[in-house]
């Protein structure tokens, strides 16, 4: 079970980035840049970080390639050495039996839950896919994973939600269909389950912001109650009522990401504050999309989404290119370019400076 430090933590809101793979030229891992990767999300203030997920290639659970376990056990290491609480999620996916061992995996190497993706079970039903989780559920706690159809997601109903709610052991959702409708289904679920006890992280990357500030309110079977978003751990635990996107678990938080601990700050801030979104921050929401838009390559359906990320660590001197496991899988025609605009555009989004100043320490053998 996941200690009360940490499910706190989780509970509150975290800065969370979706952890890139650093591999060498020849495709292999390069264990000294992995290792700087995840010193960096340490000293930038994150309050944990995902491995084994989309940003980590799922590639990696190749048997010709070998990666899963290495890097989910180098990444426990230098967690573990953090002067301080941090949330360890590994990525798990699959069908049954590979899911399955993967999270024993992931138990055994001291993860908090698992990030559990249903994108291997696209043709399951409702019924087959709530046994899935909830034989994972047996093992290790699970955050629930609604990803985008776009990069191999599926649709996951409200009543799917529902009784996904219904197991003990789901700790959290992070929410990343890039849809607003689908978005209202997990959120609703949640609020009709009464679970004051699952913290929902988005990972809507094209809605950043606006999820991290927007309150939610909605009817529930019970006549006259309101769910109303609010940003304090207590108050959720008060009442289960009470309900608000917490976080972020991101492959947009896996760069800039001293910055991203600034920004989670300044929404928490204006969430208890109370009143309406602050202007500043209604137009970082633009900013921060625009950027994901150029890391991700948007215009491209998505193909750089991976390679962009890697470019920005590249040029941060975090890592050495932007190979990735599939040598087709690089930086779409223009998202260089596109890179290069965000960065002139809005250089008070960017943390080269806090990068530059450390890079060399977190580089150390």
């Not at 929902?200 to 991290?212: A, E, F, P």
């Not at 779409?332 to 060399?360: C, K, M, N, T, W």
Request: glycine share 8%; net charge negative; aromatic share 8%.
């Amino acid at each position: 079970m996941i200690d009360d430090d940490t499910r706190e933590l989780l509970q509150r809101g975290a800065v969370i980035p979706a952890c890139p793979l650093a591999l060498t030229e020849r495709r292999s891992l390069d264990e000294r840049r992995q290792r700087a990767l995840l010193r960096y999300y340490i000293a930038a203030g994150v309050g944990g970080v995902a491995v084994g997920v989309h940003t980590t290639q799922f590639a990696i659970r190749d048997p010709r390639v070998g990666l899963y376990e290495p890097v989910l056990s180098l990444a426990a290491e230098e967690l573990r050495r953090a002067d301080r609480t941090l949330v360890r999620i590994a990525g798990v996916c699959g069908a049954t039996q590979q899911a399955l061992a993967e999270a024993e995996l992931a138990h055994g190497l001291g993860y908090h839950a698992v990030l559990l993706s249903l994108a291997a079970l696209a043709d399951a039903d409702e019924d087959a896919l709530v046994r899935h989780c909830r034989r994972v559920a047996e093992i290790v706690p699970v955050v629930g994973f609604y990803l985008q159809p776009a990069v191999g997601g599926r649709v996951l109903t409200y009543a799917f939600w529902r009784r996904f709610l219904e197991i003990e052991n789901v700790v959290a959702i992070k929410i990343a269909p890039f849809d607003r409708y689908r978005t209202l289904d997990v959120a609703r679920a949640v609020a009709d389950s009464r679970r004051g006890d699952v913290a929902l992280y988005t990972g809507n990357d094209d809605q950043i912001v606006l999820d991290l500030l927007t309150p939610f309110h909605f009817g529930t079977a019970d006549a006259d109650v309101d769910v109303e978003v609010v940003n304090d751990a207590d108050a959720l635990q008060a009442t289960q009522r009470d309900l608000r996107i917490v976080g972020g678990l991101l492959g947009h938080w896996a760069v800039w990401t001293r910055k991203a601990v600034e920004l989670l700050e300044d929404c928490r801030a204006a969430v208890c504050e109370g009143g309406g979104a602050p202007v500043d921050l209604l137009r970082r929401a633009v900013e921060v999309t625009d950027c994901n838009a150029a890391f991700f390559d948007a215009a491209n359906n998505y193909r750089g989404c991976i390679a962009g990320l890697h470019e920005v660590l590249r040029r941060q001197g975090l890592l050495a290119g932007t190979w990735c496991l599939d040598p087709d899988e690089r930086l779409s025609p223009g998202q260089s370019d596109e890179i290069d605009r965000v960065y002139r555009a809005y250089p008070h989004l960017h943390d080269d400076a806090f990068v530059a100043e450390h890079a060399q320490q977190w580089l150390r053998p």
